[in-house]
């Protein structure tokens, strides 16, 4: 089979080299893909919002089988396009993609579903959003409607800041049109989780968990980026926590999804507040996570390429995906300056040195060689260095070794990414 995988991330690194080592795989290729991708498929280069030559790509090379890294090619209706050619994909459809690309349509499907979640409200006017606001008591949580990069989110702890929040989406739409339409809801405390199902439009089965680290810096504190680090599995979720959620929150969804003629295939990854009373959705996204897939795929013993053809395929009853014990973790190495302003162009050296320590993987983010061959950085995250372990300590002190190994001045990373699970697991052994 001739694979294509979509996109450009550390997130389609991971699910290139995982193809790669498929026998079903003839030829792998990646659209844009980056310099490590490079390395394990051939890059073409068709960014992932131009649907129309993806798929004519498709066509010309006679690609068989089609794998979507980011949200906005499912947004765009690649999966709808290729189905119009008769080539089969992991990802959902435009109308099922909406789970991740309106907060408000996922709201709703999960009200219906009686799926657990945080109470909330919808508006398209102004005013009204307003006059909502002032009733809440803080914290509010406001959310641009459509999709935003993660950067639509405002906890807000005033109700000034909430109406601040409100008129940058919908008056002055910093989020452009993602900003038309706000959802308001209450605030959930708890730690976090990302819970990944794969689906095949009939069924869910579980795929793994991981959490990720969204602010930027140690401790948690600063601006939220597209994730800093993560770590899998998550210590949070044992069995009996896992099937409480595949039965309270995925099944439900994807049930309601099938009835409502909108079957989902691809990955479901719910991100979760473990709550108190219980586990709760914070939101849907209809893709693997970044930098979660980083984290996770390096345990997964099962043939990757076969799991998500089931899918595609509606051929998911019976399959299972087997993971190695232990623990894996992910260090995201970003440009000095990520998320705001920061250079490109900067040079990389020592990665032979880091992927020479046992155990360890350095995925490629953003990354592209210049006219001397060199390695450089060309984005805001540019590595994620990752490395398993036979529990998350021994996970993370390899993944920091090969970190140091690392010769990039201008790169910057947190230096405590798993600290919450590694102060359980030390704490447990006294
Ligand atoms: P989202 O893009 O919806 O995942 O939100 C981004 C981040 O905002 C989440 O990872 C949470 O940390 C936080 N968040 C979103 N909604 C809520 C909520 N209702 N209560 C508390 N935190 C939230
Ligand atoms: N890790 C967050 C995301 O992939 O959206």
Not at 138 to 156: D, F, Q, S
Not at 266 to 291: C, H, Q, S, V, W
Request: with cysteine; proline share 5%.
């Amino acid at each position: 089979m001739k694979v294509l995988v979509v996109g450009k991330g550390g997130r389609e690194h991971a699910i290139c080299k995982a193809v790669a080592k498929s026998p079903l795989c003839d030829k792998l290729y990646c659209a844009p893909g980056n310099a490590g991708i490079a390395e394990v498929a051939e890059c073409l280069p068709i960014i992932a919002e131009d649907t129309h030559r993806m798929v004519a790509a498709v066509k010309e090379k006679e690609i068989g089988f089609v794998i979507i890294g980011p949200e906005i090619a499912l947004a765009l209706g690649l999966a709808d396009e290729l189905e119009s050619i008769g080539v089969p994909c992991f990802g959902p459809k435009k109308l099922a993609a909406e789970i991740e690309s309106s907060k408000g349509f996922m709201k709703d499907l999960c009200d219906r579903a009686g799926v657990p979640t945080a109470s909330y409200k919808r508006f398209t006017d102004v005013e009204a959003a307003r006059k909502y606001v002032e009733e809440q008591r803080p914290p509010i949580v406001v959310k641009a409607n459509g999709l935003a990069e993660g950067k639509g989110v405002t906890i807000a702890l005033t109700i000034e800041d909430a109406l601040a929040a409100v008129d940058a989406a919908m008056v002055d739409k910093v989020f452009g049109e993602s900003g038309t339409e706000v959802v308001i809801e209450d605030f959930m405390s708890g730690e976090e989780a990302s819970f990944f199902a794969l689906c095949d439009g009939e069924r869910a089965r579980f795929f793994c968990t991981a959490q990720d680290h969204k602010a930027l810096n140690d401790g948690d504190k600063g601006p939220n980026t597209g994730g800093m680090g993560a770590y899998s599995p998550a210590p949070m979720i044992d069995e009996a926590m896992r099937k409480r959620i595949m039965k309270e929150i995925i099944d439900p969804t994807v049930e309601e999804l099938k009835n409502m003629g909108r079957p989902f295939t691809g990955m479901l990854y719910a991100g979760l507040m473990m709550t108190k009373t219980g586990p709760r959705l914070i939101e849907y996204n209809a893709r693997f996570g970044d930098p979660e897939t980083e984290a996770m795929l390096p345990l997964l013993k099962s043939d990757l390429l076969e799991l998500l053809y089931s899918c595609a395929c509606g051929r998911l009853l019976g399959v299972e995906s087997q993971w190695e014990a232990g623990a894996s973790l992910s260090v995201i190495m970003a440009a000095e300056g990520y998320p705001s302003n920061y250079l490109k162009g900067s040079v990389i050296r020592g990665m032979d040195r880091a992927q020479a320590i046992p155990d360890v993987t350095v995925y490629h983010s953003a990354t592209l060689r210049n006219q001397a061959g060199e390695l450089t950085a060309n984005g805001g995250r540019v590595l994620c260095v990752t490395a398993t372990g036979s529990d998350i300590v021994e996970a993370q002190r390899k993944a920091y070794e090969a970190v140091d190994a690392i010769d990039w001045p201008e790169g910057y990373y947190r230096r405590d990414i798993g600290w919450k699970a590694v102060a359980k697991v030390k704490g447990a052994k006294g």
